[in-house]
Each structure stands twice: as structure tokens, then as C-alpha cells.
């Protein structure tokens, strides 16, 4: 059975086949229109989302699929009432054909397939991983780049708990020649395991103090959200803002991208620039997730 739960599952070759079916489905969306129409896909979110709940429904939708769906799984499914992860998905593989999960449990997803009864895609879980993002994320890169490897890249925000980040930095850690600095307040610095990962896979790591520790001619700058939701106490605000007077300081081809939702660390004077691309980052979710539908449901 076909699950996405993590960005280890994917290799260079597993990779380009999701982002060539996701170029197809974006020129010619027409063609999928009814690739699912006999299918039935649960959302099912424990936590707040706006992008990916909605881009992953608009995508089932458009693929003919029809979707049953609770917003605030938390509080209105029985998980309110003690039912564990794998009892619901045993119930809801009843009724539906794939479920997409977003849990604040970092083994959510895991758990949910290990039910293997119908596919799980992880919509974010926890600190841990958002796998589709960083598979919308990786595909914004090539399609704005041209290229996945020989990449430069900063990673900002909150590397501690920002889970993008986390699944992000392991689809890179696949290409060649890969350089990423993280900029980060010392509170959210990215953990140990994953600089020990990233070398293990020959990349190099640089932590930063300061935007001049950055090289200028950096491709990519990877802003996050500090997950204040994730933690206990007040460790500040984020002191490492884009501004355009920040952004102007790189090359004109370092595109800026953010997962979103974004709190102060992306100033909106830099919204018009042409590399500030987080817009057009999110609207390629839906067509990312739209490939990732049709790949678990073998129907690619
Ligand atoms: N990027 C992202 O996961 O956004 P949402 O929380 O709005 O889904």
C-alpha cells in the first residue's frame, strides 16, 4: 500500500516522477478531471490549516473525487472521547478510500498506517515532518531554478519545531552538491540529529549569527514561522526579518520562499518583489497534492 509519511521514503528518481506528473496535471488539468470520480478521500485535521486543508480537498475535488472532512478533528470527532489513531482510520477506511491526517503527535501518520488498510498522507505531524510540503517546496525550487542540485540555501525561522524545515532539509540532503546555513535565534537552532544527517549525506551545514554570515549569492532563502504553539513559555520574537532593504542585500536570483502562514518574519514590502515566490509556492501545493492523490490511488 502506497502511504506519504515522510520525506525518507523518496529518492532522486521517486522524486522527479511526482514533480513531472505535477507539470502535467498543472498544463493540462482538464485530462484529470475524472480520474477519481469514483473515490472518496477523509480529511481529517486535528490542527488549524488553511493551505493544506484546502489544497488537498480542492485537489480530490478536482480529480472527481469527493471528500468527507472535519475541520477540528480534536474537538468534533471521537477522538475527543479517547478513540485512538488507529481505531478511527480502521472505521474511516469504511467509508473512505485515502485519508490525509494532520495531527500534533509527531508518529500520527505512522501510526495511521500502520492500520494498512487504506493510504495516509501526512498533512503535518507535530514537530516532526510535513512531508507534502516539503515536496511542494522542492518543486517550486525546480521549477523556478531549473535545477535541484548545486543548490545554496538559508533556512530561517524556528528550525527547532518548524517541521517543514525538518522535511525540507531531508529531500535536499538527496541532490549533489548541496551547501545550507541556518539563521535562527540560538532558542530554535536546528537539532543535532538532523546536522548530523545532513553531513552524513555529504552537506554542508554552516550555522549563522547574522544575515552578513550569508553568502550574497544565495539561491534560496527558506523563511519559517516560529511555532509558538509548540512550546511553553515566551522566547521572543523572530529578529531575523526580510525586508526589502534585507532582501535587496542578496543576489537578484535568490528567491525567497515561505511555507506560510507568515507572522511578522516576511515584511510585506517585499511581496511585490519577482523573487519573493510564497504565493505561488502555496498554489503549487494543489497541484503537488493532486499527484500524490493519484499516486496513492494507483491511478498516476
Ligand atoms: N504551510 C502549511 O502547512 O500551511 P497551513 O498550516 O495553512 O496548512
Redesign the pocket.
Known sequence: MKHVLSSDQYTKESLKEIFDLTDKIKNNPKKYANKLDDKIIAIMFYE??????LSFETAALKLGAKIITTENAGEFSSAAKGETIQDTVKVIAGYADAMVIRHKSDTSAIEAASVQKIPILNA?AGKGE?PT?ALLDLYTIRSKKGRLDNLKVAILGDLLYGR?IHSLIKLLSLYENIEIYGLSKEVFALPQEYIDMLESKGVKYTKCNSFDELPKDLDIIYHTRIQAERFEGDYGKEEFIINKEVLDTFSKDTILLH???RVIEIATDVDDDPRACYFEQAHNGLFVRMALLLQVLDRA
Open positions: 488549524p490549516s488553511t493551505r493544506t486543508r503535518g510535513h510540503q517543514t511555507p506560510l502562514p
